[in-house]
């Protein structure tokens, strides 16, 4: 009798056990000719909350690909990725839902408008707290290029798939689905997984799921693939597998990563090595493979010297692959057994990761050099970059964003992110932060309460407030700074030492506090640079004054051992030795370096540079302070001698930032330049310019491309006269006040941009206004709009000069703003430089200039790729003269937008430009060789 009992209670046990796991069965069979999957598919998902359900959502993230109007379309725009916008229809996914039934009886459902991958599901009878649904699907997905994201299907025919098939959303009180943004983070319930997959036999099939039963036809091969407790799976299907099995610690690890120049036994003992390491600190892997693939790698791949030529090794082969296997290992661990919310806690995931990865580096390669090999190089010794330990990159690269008022709290939303800030800077953070609280809890701590809370959160839904739960239930110390400012805020940590008193036994000290922050630093007392005593300051409002045992120490430190990413630690130590100690000895280098804080740093740089025909090749040396960490001081003293003037020439520019955080106005800056050059043939001048910057952003959205800035300067000009030209030698030395501001919204779809201008001399007084407007159809044709207006307020220049004008065609450019190549030519190659500004007219009209007002309008439009066809039409109107009409029309062909491109004149007031002798003096070109411009191109995509 009791027997049958326990039966019959082990019976009902199961039973509802069964009944409350989320279940997924799907049958696909590949069409991979035409890029099709057919799905038959079951969905059972269980309620677990006090709450009742009249409709549910699923996530259906291959539509995603469906259109130019996704929340996935527009963050590839977002990052200047155009082959979405680029490619045809066809080379697009999507997903067509023939029905989904609940009971065999049809559903109402609806794609959300603006979440084309999301759809919502409205159930025939209410779901029940604790109870489970059940839907039956039937769709055709239709697999993406591959070129977007790297899932999909390559040119090979090649088939990399996540995310393809629909899925259950998580409902916790509230729904929790998004949109795919290209960030890899669905967050969806574990559910037992069962795929019965048929493709055509010439592929071979890999998934991290376990294989359950294989049947082989002719042409076909049908497998089934199972796995419990699933948050997450990837399936490949190739023509020829690069995948290799390699089976550590009852751990099946497949991998296709890069392994090139490693042999077989190594690879398999570095497999084997990380996977110890993996399992001693976070336990076993709850599944019987881990997946760790190519495509992981190259969307997170191991960031620090990796842009260098690959020619150049500067760690051992097998250090680098060691690194890429573990990075992805842990990461993978981590993804598959933490079911928190990775688009809104992605933080702790990133934070253990490259916490773990620090970890590893310090027990098995704890001698590995930042720069590695390079650093045992004779040149490169000298150079503090050559002293850095390979760990300490972390701090480097998030200090990039912080130093530059880019960085983001790391409890933000991972689709709010910067690029640069989502792939680096807040992964880092959130690992250096790891290292940070462990130093202050005095170690192990911080480390024992991550592995029991991996450990006992494995396959369990959790959050970041039961890590933070966890962590301080392991701890005496009050760690609130931690979650409240570190993780929360943008607040710098910048401390110094402000004064100190010594007596015989005891030092004080003044700490100042400039980040207005809650987190403790770290204060050590040093003797011959040996650490006598080490103490943590806690609760520096602004000011805090202590006493301590002077120990025999002499000299004090705050964060010696570089754990806090202090903003700035240049003035973090006071010597007790007297107030001369406290001069930092002068330190020239050769070349920029990293910033060593206990030296005041000069770089020498050699300067071989073309910047005009005038002074044509440049040779000199630039002295200045600027590290690869943005300094807030910044100067640079630049001699030159020009070989084509035959004079020395340079510039000088002293300037000082100040990052402003939590308000629109992020950035100010103020300082002095001053520039010496040709101008002409044999004529020289001198520049000299006192300027303040005011730049705006928008404090809640750093991804958002709309900016402000207002520029306002005082420029004094004195010329050479040059005898020969009245142009050049009238009023050869002015002086002007100069304000801009201007606005822009720098997008790959819709671009615009425009600015009004004040300038106030002597002599006159005017204002202009620029407005730009670029948008890219559906169609993938390009239109581009400049419309400029600009007017005299007052005008008491001669009147037969034009060098004030305004310019139809070719700025006078007086305040020497322009890189023209030859600005005084009025004939050849180099009188033949547009510049986009002012008239902006490609054909050289008459009249060129104008001394009253100025309005004009610049078009184009795509005729084919990027040969453009454009249209010039403006009114000029000189003093005593009636406005006369202009306007030009042509071809334009953009190679590189804004940096490289070319016009062809058609049609003018000239009458048919293209049939007149000489036409090549017609044509015109835009040529950027300024190493800064071109770094935009980059900027853009990341910041």
Same mark, same amino acid.
């Given at each position: 009798m009791r027997l049958r009992l326990f039966n019959s209670f082990l019976f009902f046990t199961i039973s509802l056990l069964s009944l409350s796991q989320n279940k997924i069965d799907l049958k696909a069979a590949f069409d991979v000719e035409n890029k099709q999957i057919k799905i038959s598919q079951t969905?059972?998902?269980?309620?677990?909350?006090?709450?009742?359900?009249?409709?549910?959502?699923?996530?259906?993230?291959?539509n995603s690909y469906s259109s130019k109007h996704t929340p996935l379309a527009h963050r590839l725009a977002e990052e200047y990725k155009d082959e979405f916008q680029l490619v045809k229809d066809e080379d697009r996914g999507f997903s067509n839902i023939n029905f989904i039934k609940q009971h065999g009886e049809k559903l109402e459902f609806k794609i959300l408008k603006d979440q084309q991958d999301v759809i919502k599901v409205?159930?025939?009878? !209410?779901?029940?707290?604790?109870?489970?649904?059940? *839907?039956? %699907? =039937?769709?055709l997905v @239709?697999?993406? &290029?591959?070129?977007?994201?790297r899932y999909g299907i390559d040119d090979d025919g090649n088939v990399s798939l996540r995310?393809?098939?629909?899925?259950?959303?998580?409902?916790?009180?509230?729904?929790?689905?998004?949109?795919?943004?290209?960030?890899?983070?669905?967050?969806?319930?574990?559910?037992?997984?069962?795929?019965?997959?048929?493709? !055509?036999?010439?592929?071979?099939?890999?998934?991290? *799921?376990? %294989? =359950?039963?294989?049947? @082989?036809?002719? &042409?076909?091969?049908?497998?089934?693939?199972?796995?419990?407790?699933?948050?997450?799976?990837?399936?490949?299907?190739?023509?020829?597998?690069?995948?290799?099995?390699?089976?550590?610690?009852?751990?099946?690890?497949?991998?296709?990563?890069?392994?090139?120049?490693?042999?077989?036994?190594?690879?398999?003992?570095?497999?084997?090595?990380?996977?110890?390491?993996?399992?001693e600190n976070f336990g076993a892997y709850p599944h019987e493979r881990l997946l760790l693939t190519q495509i992981d790698y190259d969307k997170d791949p191991i960031y620090g010297l990796n842009f260098l030529p690959k020619f150049i090794k500067t760690h051992p082969l097998s250090f680098e692959y060691e690194l890429k296997i573990l990075k992805i290992a842990?990461?993978?661990?981590?993804?598959n057994t933490l079911l928190l919310n990775p688009r809104r806690e992605q933080w702790l995931i990133d934070g253990i990761q490259i916490y773990y990865m620090m970890q590893y580096v310090d027990q098995y390669h704890p001698d590995m050099k930042f720069l590695g090999s390079i650093s045992d190089f004779w040149a490169a010794r000298p150079f503090h970059a050559s002293d850095m330990m390979y760990n300490d990159k972390y701090i480097l690269a998030y200090m990039v964003m912080a130093r530059t008022n880019r960085d983001q709290a790391l409890t933000k939303a991972k689709d709010s992110l910067l690029k640069y800030n989502k792939n680096?800077?807040?992964?880092?953070?959130?690992?250096?932060?790891?290292?940070?609280?462990?130093?202050?809890?005095?170690?192990?701590?911080?480390?024992?309460?991550?592995?029991?809370?991996?450990?006992?959160?494995?396959?369990?839904?959790?959050?970041?407030?039961?890590?933070?739960?966890h962590l301080k239930s392991q701890t005496d110390k009050n760690i609130d700074w931690f979650f409240s400012d570190y993780l929360a805020t943008r607040k710098v940590i910048d401390y110094k030492i402000k004064k100190v008193s010594k007596t015989e036994d005891s030092v004080t000290l003044t700490i100042k506090n400039k980040g207005k922050n809650n987190m403790p630093v770290s204060l050590y007392t040093l003797k011959n640079d040996s650490v006598v005593s080490k103490q943590w300051v806690e609760n520096i409002q602004k000011y805090k004054t202590i006493t301590i045992p002077s120990n025999g120490g002499d000299k004090l430190v705050l964060n010696y051992e570089n754990t806090i990413p202090e903003f700035n630690s240049r003035d973090n130590w006071k010597s007790l030795k007297g107030a001369l100690a406290n001069n930092k000895p002068l330190q020239i280098r050769l070349f920029k370096d990293i910033e060593d804080p206990n030296y005041s740093q000069v770089f020498i740089?050699?300067?071989?540079?073309?910047?005009?025909?005038?002074?044509?090749?440049?040779?000199?040396?630039?002295?200045?302070?600027?590290?690869?960490?943005?300094?807030?001081?910044?100067?640079?003293?630049?001699?030159?001698?020009?070989?084509?003037?035959?004079?020395?020439?340079?510039?000088?520019?002293?300037?000082?930032?100040?990052?402003?955080?939590?308000?629109?106005?992020?950035?100010?800056?103020?300082?002095?330049?001053?520039?010496?050059?040709?101008?002409?043939?044999?004529?020289?001048?001198?520049?000299?310019?006192?300027?303040?910057?005011?730049?705006?952003?928008?404090?809640e959205d750093f991804r958002s491309n709309k900016r402000g800035a207002l520029y306002t300067r005082f420029i004094d000009i004195h010329r050479d006269e040059d005898e020969q030209n009245r142009v050049t030698s009238d009023e050869p030395n002015y002086s002007l006040f100069n304000t801009r501001f201007i606005y822009s919204n720098d997008n790959l779809i819709n671009f615009y941009k425009w600015y009004v201008d004040l300038q106030f001399s002597k002599e006159f007084s005017k204002v202009s206004l620029n407005y730009e407007y670029r948008h890219l159809f559906e169609n993938n044709r390009q239109i581009n709009l400049r419309a400029f207006a600009g007017t005299f307020l007052r005008n008491d220049n001669d009147p037969t000069s034009d060098y004030f004008s305004f310019a139809l065609n070719r700025p006078t450019d007086y305040l020497f703003d322009y890189n023209y190549l030859g600005r005084s030519e009025t004939t050849g190659l180099f009188s033949q430089q547009y510049i986009p500004a002012e008239g902006g007219f490609k054909s050289k009209l008459e009249p060129a200039f104008a001394n009253q007002w100025?309005?004009?309008?610049?078009?184009?439009?795509?005729?084919?790729?990027?040969?453009?066809?454009?249209?010039?039409?403006?009114?000029?109107?000189?003093?005593?003269?009636?406005?006369?009409?202009?306007?030009?029309?042509?071809?334009?062909?953009?190679?590189v937008t804004d940096y490289f491109e070319l016009y062809f004149p058609i049609y003018s007031n000239l009458g048919w430009e293209i049939a007149q002798p000489r036409y090549a003096e017609h044509i015109r070109f835009i040529f950027t060789i300024d190493p800064q411009s071109l770094l935009g191109l980059f900027r853009r995509r990341w910041f």
């Open positions: 969905i059972i998902y269980h309620n677990d909350t006090n709450d009742e359900l009249e409709f549910i959502y699923l996530n259906d993230w291959n409205y159930l025939n009878e !209410p779901l029940k707290p604790n109870a489970s649904y059940e *839907l039956e %699907l =039937d769709y @239709k697999i993406p &290029n591959a070129s977007f994201t995310y393809w098939y629909i899925t259950p959303t998580v409902y916790n009180g509230e729904w929790q689905y998004y949109s795919n943004k290209n960030l890899d983070d669905l967050f969806i319930p574990k559910s037992d997984i069962s795929l019965e997959i048929e493709y !055509p036999n010439i592929y071979d099939l890999t998934s991290d *799921l376990d %294989l =359950d039963n294989l049947t @082989k036809t002719t &042409n076909k091969e049908v497998v089934t693939l199972k796995g419990k407790h699933r948050n997450s799976n990837k399936l490949f299907l190739q023509k020829k597998s690069n995948f290799n099995t390699i089976q550590a610690d009852n751990l099946s690890v497949i991998s296709n990563i890069d392994g090139k120049g490693i042999e077989i036994l190594d690879q398999v003992i570095i497999t084997e090595r990380i996977t110890k390491f993996i399992i842990l990461y993978n661990y981590l993804e680096i800077a807040n992964k880092y953070k959130a690992g250096i932060g790891f290292k940070y609280l462990d130093d202050f809890t005095d170690h192990s701590i911080v480390e024992n309460s991550i592995e029991s809370f991996v450990k006992e959160s494995k396959l369990q839904n959790t959050s970041i407030t039961e890590f933070e739960k740089m050699p300067i071989l540079e073309f910047n005009n025909i005038y002074d044509g090749i440049n040779l000199g040396l630039k002295a200045y302070n600027k590290t690869v960490l943005r300094r807030m001081f910044y100067y640079k003293i630049s001699p030159q001698y020009s070989f084509g003037s035959n004079a020395v020439t340079g510039s000088l520019t002293v300037s000082k930032t100040h990052n402003i955080q939590d308000r629109n106005l992020y950035y100010l800056n103020y300082g002095f330049s001053g520039s010496y050059k040709s101008y002409a043939e044999d004529l020289f001048v001198r520049r000299l310019t006192p300027s303040v910057s005011l730049l705006y952003r928008d404090k100025i309005t004009t309008l610049n078009a184009s439009t795509t005729l084919w790729r990027y040969i453009l066809l454009y249209g010039d039409v403006g009114l000029v109107k000189n003093r005593y003269e009636d406005p006369k009409f202009v306007y030009g029309t042509g071809v334009r062909v953009n190679l």
